[in-house]
């Protein structure tokens, strides 16, 4: 069983910023790529930041040089800083990781999901 908890999303005004968590735990054996995704409401879910385990990064256009993906590998936990914040950032953000299991099988999990509200 592999669980990744969020945290860290709220309420906070445009120009704010925000710090989102996400720990992976269970029967994990190793994990490749983490990442960031978002979904608005009547929107579909989309890309913002992924993560390698080497540390190599991937941005949405949309969000390049206000967030900044990080991951601490001893902790199985990947951060996302959100500075200068827009109304249009606000959606739910997802936490994914792909990984291989106790059982050396190659699955992707999804987080529970952190609201994110940014008031104009």
């Known amino acids: 069983q592999v669980q990744l908890v969020e945290s860290g999303g709220g309420l906070v005004q445009a120009g704010g910023s925000l710090r989102l968590s996400c720990a992976a735990s269970?029967?994990?054996?190793?994990?490749?790529?983490m990442g960031w995704y978002r979904q608005a409401p009547g929107k579909q879910r989309e890309l913002v930041a992924t993560?390698?385990?080497?540390?190599?990064?991937n941005y949405a256009d949309s969000v390049k040089g206000r967030f900044t993906i990080s991951r601490d590998n001893a902790k199985n936990t990947v951060y996302l800083q959100m500075n200068s914040l827009k109304p249009e950032d606000t959606a739910v953000y997802y936490c994914?990781?792909?990984?291989?299991?106790?059982?050396?099988?190659?699955?992707?999990?999804w987080g529970q999901g952190t609201q994110v509200t940014v008031s104009s």
């Open positions: 269970g029967s994990i054996f190793s994990i490749s790529a």
């Open positions: 994914n990781a792909n990984l291989y299991d106790s059982t050396w099988r190659f699955l992707g999990y």
């Open positions: 993560i390698t385990s080497g540390g190599s990064t």
